[in-house]
């Protein structure tokens, strides 16, 4: 299977930047697409971001359109999320996440992914 370990989180001014890391091991073989979801105290889990493991297209919320940046490293079968001019309402814990699946691949649905971090916490203060 796949495990994810997600890390780089923590607190951080409002304004301020932070870089998450999530690293895949076991059958990274079989991965296709990776994503970046957020869920804090009450609410339902939230898209982020996600990326074709190809690296051909990404995909933003647009609550972080021009702010968040997802890349990755395919050698250290990492990706990252990069995080500038973080708000207040970003503060939640956040689970990068990964898709084995095919071609018809919805990156915003939270069931279409089959792996999952523990999550790594990210607070921003006013």
């Known amino acids: 299977q796949v495990q994810l370990v997600e890390s780089g989180g923590g607190l951080v001014q409002a304004g301020g930047s932070l870089r998450l890391s999530c690293t895949a091991s076991g059958r990274t073989f079989s991965i296709y697409a990776m994503g970046w979801f957020r869920q804090a105290p009450g609410k339902e889990r939230e898209f982020v971001a996600a990326m074709r493991w190809s690296g051909r297209m990404t995909y933003y919320a647009n609550s972080v359109k021009g702010r968040f940046t997802i890349s990755r490293d395919n050698a250290k079968n990492t990706i990252y999320l990069q995080m500038n001019s973080l708000k207040p309402e970003d503060t939640a814990v956040y689970y990068c996440?990964?898709?084995?699946?095919?071609?018809?691949?919805?990156?915003?649905?939270?069931?279409?992914?089959?792996?999952w971090g523990q999550g790594t916490q990210v607070t921003v203060s006013s």
């Open positions: 996440a990964a898709y084995t699946g095919g071609m018809e691949y919805t990156p915003d649905s939270p069931k279409e992914y089959d792996y």
